[in-house]
């Protein structure tokens, strides 16, 4: 089980931490990736971290601002968003992917397990 925490509301050029847990005795041997999903829009790709940490792919709106790490010993991965955007509200979901390759990680269907989902939004 996938729990995602840390959203809420700010203002643009603010910075937020986004954490998602693994509960339920799960190892966390994964690789790890967050989507999000904006009102009327698709969920779209914004970054996932292999099992290890060492690779890590940004979508392009997420490059600069967005950073995607992991800690093993708390079972959780984090991202880090700074100089947040009215364009980046939406709700943001943590999912575990079944591959790291770059050409399938931005696609839904790599991803066989997901969090509730955590709003954030981003007032101007």
């Known amino acids: 089980q996938l729990m995602e925490s840390g959203g809420g509301s700010v203002q643009a050029g603010d910075s937020l931490r986004l954490s998602c847990t693994a509960s339920?005795?799960?190892?966390?041997?994964?690789?790890m990736g967050w989507f999000r999903q904006a009102p009327g829009k698709e969920r779209e790709f914004v970054a996932v971290i292999s099992r290890s940490g060492s690779i890590v792919h940004y979508a392009e709106f997420a490059k600069g601002r967005f950073t995607l790490s992991r800690e093993h010993a708390k079972n959780t991965v984090y991202l880090q968003m700074t100089n947040l955007k009215p364009e980046d509200t939406a709700v943001y979901y943590c999912g575990r992917a079944t591959e790291i390759r770059a050409e399938v990680v931005t696609k839904i269907e790599t991803y066989d397990a997901w969090g509730q989902g955590t709003q954030i939004t981003v007032s101007s």
């Open positions: 339920g005795g799960e190892q966390f041997t994964y690789n």
